[in-house]
Nanobody
Framework: VQLQAFGGGLVQAGGSLRLSCAAS????????MGWFRQAPGKEREFVAA????????QYADSVKGRFTISRDNAKNTVYLQMNSLKPEDTAVYYC???????????????WGQGTLVTVSS
């Protein structure tokens, strides 16, 4: 499975962005999906995850109520809607996929290349 994340950019604090992660390759299989981020000088951290069906989701406490993860399996795409963005949300955002896992650890088998989100104050 190949993952390509896009949709990042520069936004003012309080603004919104929607990230997309398109999957290609062996997408006929079921994959749990996650979003992670890595800010400059910091370790990569969990942001959100969604089960294959989309029926279950998880969020980091820092983004609960502001970010929403969703998926469109017909398009093999996962989205991360980010609202009320803060300067501390600035990071490279990565999407990830795994056949058997969709949790908060970075134990995913497949990773996208990342897309940069910059939130100005």
């Amino acid at each position: 499975v190949q993952l390509q994340a896009f949709g990042g950019g520069l936004v003012q604090a309080g603004g919104s962005l929607r990230l997309s992660c398109a999957a290609s390759g062996r997408t006929s299989r079921s994959y749990g999906m996650g979003w992670f981020r890595q800010a400059p000088g910091k370790e990569r951290e969990f942001v959100a995850a969604i089960s294959w069906s989309g029926g279950s989701t998880q969020y980091a406490d820092s983004v609960k109520g502001r970010f929403t993860i969703s998926r469109d399996n017909a398009k093999n795409t996962v989205y991360l809607q980010m609202n009320s963005l803060k300067p501390e949300d600035t990071a490279v955002y990565y999407c990830a996929a795994d056949q058997t896992y969709w949790g908060t650890r970075d134990d995913y088998d497949y990773w996208g290349q990342g897309t940069l989100v910059t939130v100005s104050s």
